[in-house]
Nanobody, 121 residues
Framework: QVQLVESGGGLVQPGGSLRLSCAAS????????MAWYRQAPGKQRELVAT???????NYADYVKDRFAIARDNAKKTVYLQMNSLKPAYTPVYYC???????????????WGQGTPVTVSS
């Protein structure tokens, strides 16, 4: 079974940092783009950052200079380093990845189950 599993979320004080991880597992042949999204209660899911298989990154304007996305292709893992976190915002962070899996000829987008982040003092 192919899956993405996030970890690293939790409670952090305003101005603090967290590092999220998302590991892919299963019969995976290739992983193309990977990304992080977030969704606050009652709001639509929004893009945070993306990274290509070659390491090219792109960020939403509201996280530029505070967040950094990275990946370890050997470990099939994408990371999100979050700094200077702002309070009064409790989104769930989701990772996704475009992957070609065994017996498939096309790329399919897979999602993780999400990891909550609470920024509060």
């Amino acid at each position: 079974q192919v899956q993405l599993v996030e970890s690293g979320g939790g409670l952090v004080q305003p101005g603090g940092s967290l590092r999220l991880s998302c590991a892919a597992s299963g019969k995976i042949l290739t992983i193309n783009n990977m990304a992080w999204y977030r969704q606050a209660p009652g709001k639509q899911r929004e893009l945070v950052a993306t990274i290509t298989s070659g390491g090219t990154t792109n960020y939403a304007d509201y996280v530029k200079d505070r967040f950094a996305i990275a990946r370890d292709n050997a470990k099939k893992t994408v990371y999100l380093q979050m700094n200077s976190l702002k309070p009064a915002y409790t989104p769930v962070y989701y990772c996704n990845a475009d992957m070609r899996v065994l017996y498939s000829v096309t790329l399919v987008t897979y999602w993780g189950q999400g990891t909550p982040v609470t920024v509060s003092s």
